[in-house]
């Protein structure tokens, strides 16, 4: 049950992280102007990535003993992108 979790947590960090970039790209590319907020959509999506990657960090710490450290990279890159795009 917690690798389903675990799973979970790290795909959809992974997944908003990428979308993220995307978003940035396409925004530089294609610039939206007023047609889309981008600037409030990149906003909130980097506090919620953030805070999910402190669960994730949380509950690796609490419910596994292994040092998987694919789940450490995926936090940092979860609250490196967060960070960026939230502030």
Same mark, same amino acid.
């Given at each position: 049950?917690?690798?389903?979790?675990?799973?979970?947590?790290?795909?959809?960090?992974? /997944?908003?992280?990428?979308?993220? %970039?995307?978003?940035?790209?396409?925004?530089?590319?294609?610039?939206?102007?007023?047609?889309?907020?981008?600037?409030? /959509?990149?906003?909130?999506?980097?506090?919620?990535? %953030?805070?999910?990657?402190?669960?994730?960090?949380?509950?690796?710490?609490?419910?596994?003993?292994?040092?998987?450290?694919?789940?450490?990279?995926?936090?940092?890159?979860?609250? %490196?992108?967060?960070? %960026?795009?939230?502030?």
């Amino acid at each position: 049950m917690f690798d389903r979790i675990f799973t979970f947590l790290t795909v959809a960090i992974l /997944v908003i992280s990428g979308s993220l %970039i995307i978003l940035s790209g396409l925004d530089y590319f294609i610039n939206f102007h007023d047609v889309w907020p981008v600037g409030a /959509v990149q906003t909130y999506a980097g506090f919620f990535l %953030i805070g999910m990657s402190i669960i994730l960090a949380i509950l690796h710490v609490l419910l596994s003993r292994h040092p998987l450290y694919e789940f450490w990279i995926v936090v940092m890159i979860g609250g %490196i992108v967060g960070a %960026i795009y939230a502030f």
